[in-house]
């Protein structure tokens, strides 16, 4: 768990995000924790899995899991292509795949200006986000990639009922 | 000397002496059951002397005592015996053995927890004082290991407690479970490898090419011309690089055949039977990770060998065979596999017994037990909690034995056949693929995506072309089933099964069904299309994922797309598909099938039925239905009219660079003749086997002959022979009837409830010429 990015450390102050978009909105990642950007890939679909799962890819000799964020927000499908960011730090033995919109630019965060989630937010985002940063064009979501880890998932209560509804939904 | 080893040194040092002592100990273990039939055998006491030495000299080094204090004990009594002070007998090898247990147990206690363990039940003072005694009372007195050692002044009176000093059933059955349980050693080598430094200079030798190969093709402009002789080079290192890597993975089978004496050697004793075991191709190469996966079968296996095959001494007497029976451990390369058979000679399996068994659990009708071919009730063997066994003993026979050894082996891709033969043995064969890691597959596609199917699940394949699948597919109550050669095979539609959409239909498309057969289950699969068969690498998925229970992986395919890989008994388990020997009974009867024809469709008594046209009758009534033995059959081919010749006014045609005679017995070959003549379009079916097992139909146009290639036994020279049919209908199991002269002179069978005539002549009259011999049948 070394290098997670949930437990900011006075040491290491600024914090290089990695801006990601899915619907429109902005989210953020710690580039530590994202080993590739794969680009535009379709993940092949797994029938059965549950619902948060949008498939599995390919990375360096092994199938990666994908987690659709987009299903996670409880969005339907993008339309358009989307993009895999192959999460996990260097000593992370089970990276995964997280399926957004598009990636953006990399900006460089002060740690302590993170501020926390309100506590008005929903059920669903409160299980996902990790805060947010105040950006001059609005807010970025945080994410920290450990929420969003499939084992995770299916573990929690929220996704892990969503089994079995990802029927014929595919591409 | 003095220096003391710091920590990490001591770890890694432990680390291989555990390794190497746990070689040491397997060794010994052979050379001790060997050295119980050459007693007379110097080098084999050498051997053992020279593995306890080198544990005693390490662990002093190490600092463990109380091995050091075990394995001097041994090693004195072991130096006796090389020395020729003791003779070698039954006792003291029973010493020898449990010195190597206690040196085996400490050797997993150390590999556990460091340590060697100072609780009060590991002590070793008992063995040792035993060992002294063997070494002590042996030398002194010769006679002592013949006969129950007397208590006198000097020794103590036998250490009760010393397990398994003498023969006591109790003691033995306690080292057979520890020897079967804690498989001895599997523990200790599994996370590390010996590898011949060879084989790693040639993989390495091999990575070189391929950083080379890579560094070419990088360079390479895209569309550059020698790309073609690039990617050859790149696939040939592949292959040598896989096949390498292979290599160093691959152990002999000879490392677990090594467990099996000692075990035997304790079985025989606990059940009262005297047993050789003799080994063929141990050093016949096998996967590591397969290695450690049949350990398990393999013991099922052998236990069962000796407590139900193997007889009684008496009863073998009795029966006039040698007193003591035989179990062979056999392994050799076959078609890509590793075979490995168990071999006893014992009793075998009496299938009355079978089946009396199976009647009473209900798994049979006693009806149907009469019509059960051999092969089919052995196969009742493998049913869940089936034992023929009159009394559970404490080795087996609590019915959990061979279908365990089946659904182990069908998890790593093999299988397991049986045969038996009353009064001479029975040989279980099971069949291992050479490596998990690749794997031949079939890619089929469904609803969209691809999914590979294990080819070791696979028995056949089926083309429902689209008019012919409203007649193929039928319905009892909510299920749909599949009629293939008069059995009911339970339809699996794989889009629906997975909740995939459907592809909207194609017109004049049809679907495929791949008959799947796993862990007793078997049912049609039913798909969209199918891929070219591939080997796949097989990847594993995550936890998660695995989970849902019905994949067992993915795999990369050759379009760099990834494919999932079924688990076919969950798939069938997940559609409710129940294991054979259960359902059996209820698929027959809907079928309403005659029992001679329902199950058992076997190459030796399936027919070839097939029409053919006689002429000079009105249209309508020139069709008539033949048959003709499987096994005469080579192949079906469908033969473009043009390309059949004459020659003399005979029919021939030219076939794998042979000219081979055809027969037209029914005028079919006018008839085509007539119908390419009018000009009508006909379209004739034709269909095509490729083999007894796998059938597949095709379409054709235009004027194509349907030819029977036929192979005839015993003829020389001129072997092939066509007869050209009008379509082949099925293939299918008949019922040869008695031949009734008077009543009509041909061979009648029947098939698929009608009455066929069969053609037989190539078995009866092969020394005739062929073609006035067929002439007459015309």
């Known amino acids: 768990m070394s290098g997670s990015a949930s437990v900011p450390t006075d040491a290491c102050e600024s914090a290089s995000i990695c801006s990601i978009r899915v619907a429109g909105r902005l989210f953020g990642i710690d580039t530590l924790q994202i080993r590739e950007v794969l680009g535009t890939t379709v993940p092949q679909l797994v029938p059965l899995a549950p619902q948060y799962i949008a498939g599995v890819v390919p990375y360096h000799g092994e199938v990666l899991t994908t987690v659709s964020f987009r299903a996670l927000l409880g969005l339907s499908e993008h339309a358009g292509k989307n993009c895999v960011l192959v999460i996990g730090g260097k000593e992370d033995k089970e990276p995964f795949g997280l399926m957004v919109d598009s990636v953006g630019g990399v900006v460089l965060m002060e740690r302590n200006a993170l501020q926390e989630n309100p506590s008005g937010l929903d059920a669903r985002s409160q299980e996902l986000f990790d805060g947010a940063y105040r950006m001059p064009s609005g807010l970025m979501v945080h994410l920290d990639p450990h929420r969003l880890r499939p084992s995770r998932l299916a573990q929690s209560e929220m996704f892990g009922r969503l089994k079995q509804e990802r029927h014929g939904g595919q591409k | ?778």
Not at chain 2, 82 to 103: A, Y
Not at chain 2, 152 to 178: C, F, N, R, Y
Not at chain 2, 410 to 437: D, I, Q
Not at chain 2, 478 to 494: G, H, I, Q, S
Request: charged share 25%; with cysteine.
């Open chain 2, 1 to 778: 000397m003095t220096r003391r080893p710091d920590k990490g040194e001591v770890e890694q040092l432990t680390k291989e002496f555990l390794v190497e002592s746990q070689e040491g100990l397997d060794r010994m273990e052979s050379c001790l059951t060997e050295l119980e039939l050459h007693p007379d055998d110097g080098e084999l006491v050498s051997e053992i002397f020279r593995t306890v030495h080198t544990i005693k000299g390490t662990t002093g080094f190490l600092g463990f005592t109380r091995t050091q204090a075990l394995a001097h004990a041994g090693e004195n009594l072991l130096g006796a015996l090389r020395d020729k002070r003791l003779k070698v007998n039954s006792r003291l090898i029973d010493g020898l053995l449990k010195l190597m247990d206690g040196l085996r147990a400490i050797l997993t206690l150390i590999a556990a927890t460091g340590t060697e363990g100072a609780r009060s039940e590991d002590d070793d003072s008992e063995l040792i004082a035993h060992l002294a005694q063997l070494k002590t009372g042996d030398s002194k007195l010769a006679k002592v290991s013949k006969s129950p050692p007397k208590t006198s002044a000097m020794e103590q009176p036998l250490p009760p407690p010393l397990k398994g000093a003498l023969a006591d059933t109790k003691a033995v059955e306690e080292t057979i479970s520890v020897t079967a349980t804690s498989g001895s050693g599997a523990l200790l080598s599994e996370p590390s490898v010996r590898v011949d430094v060879e084989v790693l200079n040639q993989m390495m030798n091999q990575v070189g090419e391929l950083v080379l190969t890579r560094n070419q093709i990088l360079r390479s402009a895209p569309g550059a011309k020698n790309f073609s002789e690039l990617a050859r080079r790149l696939d040939s290192v592949t292959v040598e690089l896989r096949e390498t890597v292979m290599r160093a993975r691959m152990q002999p089978v000879g490392h677990l055949f090594s467990k099996f004496p000692r075990m035997v050697r304790d079985l025989g004793v606990t059940c009262g039977r005297r047993v050789r075991l003799e080994f063929e191709g141990s050093e016949t190469g096998l996967d590591k990770s397969l290695l450690e996966a049949i350990r398990d079968p393999l013991t099922h296996t052998v236990r069962n060998a000796v407590d139900h095959g193997i007889e009684p001494p008496s009863e073998r007497v009795r029966v006039g065979k040698p007193v003591e029976g035989v179990v062979r451990m056999r392994a050799f390369h076959h078609c890509g596999a590793v075979i490995i058979e168990v071999i006893d000679d014992g009793a075998g399996i009496s299938t009355e017994v079978v089946l009396a068994k199976a009647i009473e659990r209900g798994l049979v009708t006693p009806e149907e037990a009469a019509t059960m071919s051999q092969r089919d009730v052995l196969q009742l063997l493998f049913v869940a909690g089936f034992s023929t066994a009159k009394e559970i003993t404490c080795i087996s026979g609590r019915g959990v034995g061979l279908d365990v050894v089946r659904n182990n082996m069908e998890r790593v891709g093999g299988r397991v056949e049986l045969e038996s033969r009353v009064g001479s043995g029975t040989t279980v064969r099971m069949r291992v693929p050479l490596t998990l890691a690749i794997v031949p597959a079939l890619v089929v596609y469904s609803g969209g995506a691809s999914f590979a199917l294990p080819q070791s699940t696979l028995a056949e394949l089926v083309y429902v072309p689209e008019h012919e699948a409203e007649q193929v597919v039928e319905r009892i109550g909510t299920t749909e089933v599949f009629r293939l050669r008069e059995r009911l095979l339970p339809l699996v539609w794989l889009d629906r099964l997975l909740g995939l959409k459907q592809i909207p239909h194609v017109d004049g498309v049809g679907f495929y069904i791949a008959v799947m057969e796993s862990e007793g289950c078997r049912f049609g699969l039913a798909v969209n299309d199918l891929k070219a068969p591939e080997e796949i690498v097989v990847k594993p998925l995550s936890e998660e994922l695995r989970e849902i229970g019905i994949y067992s992986g993915a795999t990369v395919l050759g379009d760099g797309t990834l494919a999932l890989i079924l688990d076919v008994a969950a798939v069938g388990a997940r559609a409710g598909v129940r294991p054979v020997a259960e359902d059996d009974a209820k698929t027959d009867e809907l079928a309403k099938a005659t029992p001679s024809n329902a199950s058992q469709i076997r190459l030796d008594n399936s027919m070839v039925i097939y029409e053919i046209a006689k002429h000079g009758v009105a249209e309508g009534e020139n069709v008539e239905r033949m048959a003709m033995p499987l096994s005469a059959v080579e192949r079906i081919e469908s033969v473009p009219l043009d390309q059949i010749e004459y020659a003399s006014g005979r029919p021939v045609l030219q076939y794998c660079g042979d000219l081979i005679p055809l027969v037209d017995e029914g005028g079919v070959l006018r008839e085509l003749r007539a119908n390419a003549e009018t000009a009508a379009s006909n379209r004739l079916d034709s269909e095509k086997i490729a083999r007894a097992s796998g059938r597949e139909i095709a379409h054709s146009r235009g004027a194509m002959a349907t030819v029977l290639i036929c192979m005839r036994p015993e003829a020389r020279g001129l072997r092939r022979v066509g007869m050209v049919v009008r379509r082949v209908l099925d293939v299918s199991a008949g019922t040869l009837l008695d031949k009734n002269a008077a009543a009509c002179p041909e061979q009648l069978a029947m098939v698929k409830k009608r009455v066929t005539m069969v053609h037989d002549e190539f078995s009866r009259q092969a020394a005739l010429a062929p073609m006035e011999n067929l002439r007459e049948v015309a």
